[in-house]
């Protein structure tokens, strides 16, 4: 396969399809219509700088033959770490800090703004169970918590931490001082977290999401949070992005809101890079491509 002059990274949609039809590699991540097709004629590879690929619809590309790779991996110690901090700052309010920060005030001791909660010898349940999975649940070990993994099927412990399968979901929710969801969006994810299943969660129990946001009920969530029957909430991804201004969940105090910004490091850039570089090394050669999806 002959790849041409044209391989660039997009940052927008419109910019995307003004200069698409000179394209032969394309890098993008969530920037992606899939009527783009028909304005680029000479597309052939698409090397996705995020985990998921569900914005792309794989049957169209299939038919143009152009091949599609995810960045699976690159992110890990980014995300997993996240997450983590997610979880310590509302653990640790420290929204609640940078707020009376903001303010120059100084809480009271033993005041509501400075009774912290501590993970040592808490239970982390961790909602897929893969590479971030694993590096989340070894951060966490370290610090003193009680790990349980859930996938597709339940399997021997790994990094330390049981491995139960999605069957077993409900019943480990009531044990679980903190969930964090690292799954990718699929049919069976999406709505994972609906009402019913948050209500299943330990009341004062904390929910980070780093994973899709449409793996939980964002309705329902806020809700869960505005009556209190969750510590809080750590969210990095969202149904609808942006967050809309007038979601509730700006105004939860118990809540921290980034903006799908868990894998954006400068060693992320670089290992797309060198991602890329070594699946355009692999298609000049004819070899399958590293994370390759179609």
């Known amino acids: 396969m002959l790849l041409g002059r044209a391989c660039w990274q997009a940052s927008d949609l419109a910019g995307l399809r003004a200069r698409i039809a000179e394209a032969d590699v394309l890098v993008t991540a969530r920037i992606w219509d899939d009527a783009l097709l028909d304005i680029a004629p000479r597309l052939r590879f698409i090397q996705a700088s995020s985990s998921g690929t569900e914005q792309f619809d794989l049957a169209r590309l299939a038919a143009r033959g152009i091949r599609l790779a995810s960045a699976q991996g690159v ?4 995300v997993a770490e996240h997450a983590l901090a997610l979880l310590l700052a509302l653990t640790r309010r420290l929204h609640h800090a940078a707020r009376n920060q903001s303010r120059r005030v100084w809480p009271p001791a033993g005041g509501p703004d400075t009774r912290e909660d501590e993970l040592h010898g808490k239970r982390l ?15 966490a070990q370290g610090l003193g ?23 077993r979901l409900d019943a480990a929710l009531p044990e679980a001082d903190a969930v964090v969801l690292a799954c990718p969006l ?3 994810t999406r709505g994972l977290f609906d009402a019913g299943r948050l209500a299943r969660m330990r009341p004062g129990a904390y929910l980070v999401n780093v994973g899709r946001g449409p793996v939980v009920d964002q309705a329902a969530l806020a809700d869960a949070l505005a009556a209190g029957r969750l510590a809080g909430a750590g969210l990095d991804c969202f149904e609808a992005e942006p967050l809309p ?18 894998g954006n490091t ?17 298609l000049r050669e004819g070899l399958p491509l590293a994370n390759q999806v179609i």
């Open 75 to 78: 992110n890990t110690h980014a």
């Open 125 to 139: 349940l961790v909602v897929g169970f893969g590479a971030i999975g694993r590096q989340l649940a070894a951060a």
């Open 145 to 167: 918590m009680a790990v349980t993994g859930v996938r597709r099927h339940a399997g021997p412990p790994e990094a330390g931490a049981q491995v139960i399968g999605t069957d």
């Open 186 to 188: 699929t049919p069976q």
């Open 245 to 262: 201004a007038d979601s509730p969940l700006w105004t939860l105090d118990t809540v921290v809101i980034t903006p799908h910004s868990a």
């Open 266 to 282: 400068r060693q992320y850039e670089r290992r797309v890079i060198d991602l890329l570089q070594d699946n355009l090394r692999r």
